[in-house]
């Protein structure tokens, strides 16, 4: 019988540990040759870390987790950013984020009356507010924006958007909605006024239309065109730039460029029923309900959820054609549909209509083997496109799977990825389930703490990937370059 190189690893791991008999947490080892691994201290972390508003910087060196303390003056709250324990606050609101390149992690903050502040790295941007909404950032780091709510001083209010840390001046009684543009050369917003609402790019009108939906301006990948929802004829249309693309009754969600920014599309509502409006054509087929609108990365394909009318189960919808299974929706499945990098191959896994017990990973809808369960996100093609794997549950472990075959370990298989050169990423449990090794292929690499929870291996370049880990209440970041 064939033993893997896990298995033999895992073994000798075994053994050495009783050797040493008294040995706790990892060893950390010289790397291979050619591998670097560095451990980073990053503060200290416990069960009363809030995770569900923590937030990860897109390249996975950052990361900043909200807590909670009781005083004598009541409780108060505190961000920890990169282990850095920021000021208490009585109140910290949900709207917080990086920018792109990591360096910048802007949260809004209220000291329990109608007085607050958004803190930029630590430091309070002297403007007085009520409130803010999600930050957001130009894909070069360099500025930002966000939604704010002002006290006029007699008990009112007022909404304004703010621009690299200056309010615009356009008082609001309506929330303005800000993006820029993926060049970061122009920035966009719903400006409300009493005439009406109007689309507004670079702080100067573009076009003055009723019935703006001001959360839902889109620039497309290239930078050259905007896409609104804004009243027309009585109806909600869809508009590029000044172009009128569409009508319907209702849109769901902002509109839907593809990569190549070509095309454009919108799931709505038209005569009490539900559709995606695609290229300025409704599908021809009508919905109960519709969701989670997406073009290949190629943009040959579109791709969306839909519930028939008549029927319970969901449906995967591609090019108008409904394909052939049906799934469960709920929680957080279907997941999107995944492409490979060619675009030829394409998965999804969810759950069977009327198989209530199992999983499934569902490939250029062919239905593959069934699980007891499938770990959410973690189905990747290779960059070939020609293998895949995800992480399934066998009893009390998660498995590895790789072209639905399993590749077996005594412990759990915590974490897989490919690498962007094809070579596979796996963090395996050790045996005293009190720490993990990282493996390059079938090679050991580093030992390392337990990874945190919500941590997933990430790439900030090609060579190089980080996992966060905890124990004893420490958190640590490391940080693995590739030969």
């Not at 995770?51 to 108060?76: I, Q, Y």
């Not at 430091?123 to 909404?133: D, H, S």
């Not at 609001?172 to 006024?193: C, I, N, R, W």
């Not at 065109?225 to 769901?252: C, H, M, P, R, S």
Request: proline letters at 7%; aromatic letters at 12%; a negative charge.
């Amino acid at each position: 019988m064939r033993v893997n190189l896990f298995q033999r690893s895992f073994c000798r791991v075994l053994l050495f540990t009783a050797l040493v008999g008294l040995l706790v947490g990892p060893v950390r080892a010289d790397p291979p040759p050619g591998f670097g691994v560095a451990y980073t201290p990053m503060g200290k972390f416990g069960p009363w870390a809030d995770m569900k508003m923590a937030k990860w910087s897109n390249d996975g060196m950052n990361f900043a987790f909200p807590f909670g303390l009781s005083t004598e003056d009541g409780p108060r709250f505190y961000w920890v950013v990169n282990g850095v324990v920021q000021k208490p606050y009585k109140i910290i609101l949900v709207s917080a984020g990086w920018a792109p390149d990591g360096k910048t992690f802007i949260y809004g903050v209220q000291n329990g009356d109608d007085t607050g502040h958004a803190v930029l790295n630590g430091e309070e941007l002297p403007l007085n507010v009520r409130g803010i909404g999600q930050p957001a950032f130009s894909a070069d780091s360099k500025r930002y924006l966000f939604e704010a709510t002002f006290s006029t001083g007699d008990g009112g209010w007022y909404h304004d958007l703010v621009v690299d840390g200056k309010p615009l001046g356009k008082r609001s009684l309506g929330m303005p909605h800000g993006t820029f543009s993926p060049d970061s050369k122009q920035f966009a917003y719903v400006e409300v006024t009493g005439e009406g609402q109007r689309v507004v790019v670079n702080d100067k009108p573009f076009l003055m239309r009723d019935g703006v939906l001001n959360d839902a301006i889109v620039f497309s990948p290239d930078s050259t065109k905007i896409a609104y929802q804004a009243e027309a004829d009585g109806l909600l249309g869809l508009f590029v730039n000044e172009d009128l693309i569409g009508l319907y009754d209702k849109g769901f969600t902002a509109p839907v460029f593809s990569p190549d920014s070509k095309r454009v599309g919108v799931l709505c509502r038209i005569d009490n029923k539900d559709t995606c409006l695609i290229d300025g054509k409704l599908v021809e087929q009508d919905f109960f309900s519709v969701h989670d609108l997406m073009f290949s990365p190629d943009s040959k394909h579109y791709i969306f959820f839909a519930r028939p009318i008549g029927e319970e189960p969901t449906y995967a919808v591609m090019d108008g054609k409904q394909l052939k299974h049906p799934y469960q929706d709920y929680g957080g499945i279907p997941e999107p549909m995944v492409f490979s990098k060619d675009c030829e191959r394409w998965a999804i896994v969810g759950k069977i209509a009327g198989d209530n017990k199992n999983w499934y990973v569902v490939i250029d809808d062919e239905l593959g083997p069934p699980q007891n369960q499938i770990a959410l996100k973690s189905f990747q093609f290779s960059p070939d496109g020609k293998h895949y794997i995800y992480r399934a549950k066998f009893k009390k472990t998660w498995q590895l799977m790789k072209d639905h075959q399993q590749i077996p370990t005594p412990t759990s298989m915590l974490r897989a990825k490919y690498a962007p050169d094809g070579r596979l990423i796996t963090i395996v449990e050790t045996a005293d389930q009190k720490g993990a090794e990282i493996y390059v292929d079938d090679q050991l690499i580093a030992a390392i703490d337990p990874p945190l929870k919500e941590s997933e291996i990430t790439f900030s370049n090609e060579k190089t990937f980080h996992i966060w880990t905890t124990a004893d209440e420490k958190l640590t970041r490391v940080d693995v370059s590739l030969p």
